[in-house]
């Protein structure tokens, strides 16, 4: 049962451009999420985070948004640039101890 | 900031032989350590908390007759793959405590286990 899904596998952007990384959750018991960013090997690194009270959190190029309603969150970067090629992960947590429901990931490739 | 570092990277073995993968926390102390394994185009889906000190805590579906977790000391813990079989071949990463919080995780590195 895949709680955490994230249905697009890889997206390519031109530099500059915006890229929208989507992410859905099923578990209504979730009330944090976050994005970490792998590159290949290496283990995934903290990005941005979001608690259910709010719906949108921003950190210089990267911004979160969070539509409960919908469960589904997105992260948007702007403006893309060829170092945020990697692999995006989303993550929710139920309550501050529990542990981090992943998703699939989306590989993103920024391009010149 | 707090690093862990885990070794080796990437591992071949052949089917019945057993692997060990270490995980150390280089700049602190890790009480807890978590243990995820990701199949290809899959999630990282989390095998095992293990705590200093203590018998590690399985996830439902882990075997713990071969997933073997020693957390000796606040700074190693280690994932020994026993009697290892094709089917065990996947992505094992590591993560610390380093924080409080869903924030207050670190990760290593990863291994990629080819079982063979």
């Known amino acids: 049962d895949q709680q955490v899904k994230q249905n697009s596998p890889s997206l390519s952007v031109q530099e500059g451009r915006i890229s929208i990384l989507n992410c859905d959750y099923t578990?209504?018991?979730?009330?944090?999420f976050l994005w970490y960013k792998k590159y290949p090997a290496e283990g995934p690194t903290f990005l941005i985070s979001i608690s259910s009270i709010k719906d949108k959190n921003e950190d210089g190029r990267f911004t979160v948004f969070l539509n409960k309603s919908a469960k589904h969150l997105s992260l948007h970067i702007v403006p893309s640039q060829p170092g945020d090629s990697a692999v995006y992960f989303c993550?929710?947590?139920?309550?501050?101890?529990?542990?981090?429901?992943f998703g699939t990931g989306t590989r993103l490739q920024v391009t010149l | 900031g707090a690093v862990v570092s885990q070794h080796p990277s990437w591992v071949i073995c052949k089917s019945g032989t057993s692997v060990k993968i270490e995980c150390r926390s280089l700049?602190?102390?890790?009480?807890?350590m978590f243990w995820y394994r990701q199949f290809p185009k899959q999630s990282l889906m989390l095998m095992a908390t293990s705590n200093e000190g203590s018998k590690a805590t399985y996830e439902q579906g882990v075997e713990k007759d071969k997933f073997l977790i020693n957390h000796a000391s606040l700074t190693l813990s280690t994932l020994t793959v026993t009697s290892a079989h094709p089917e065990d071949s996947s992505f094992y990463i590591c993560?610390?405590?380093?924080?409080?919080?869903?924030?207050?995780?670190?990760f290593g590195s990863g291994t990629r286990l080819t079982v063979v």
């Open positions: 993560s610390a405590r380093t924080g409080t919080g869903p924030t207050g995780y670190t």
């Open positions: 700049d602190f102390q890790a009480t807890t």
């Open positions: 578990n209504s018991m979730f009330d944090y």
């Open positions: 993550a929710a947590s139920a309550g501050t101890a529990s542990k981090l429901t």
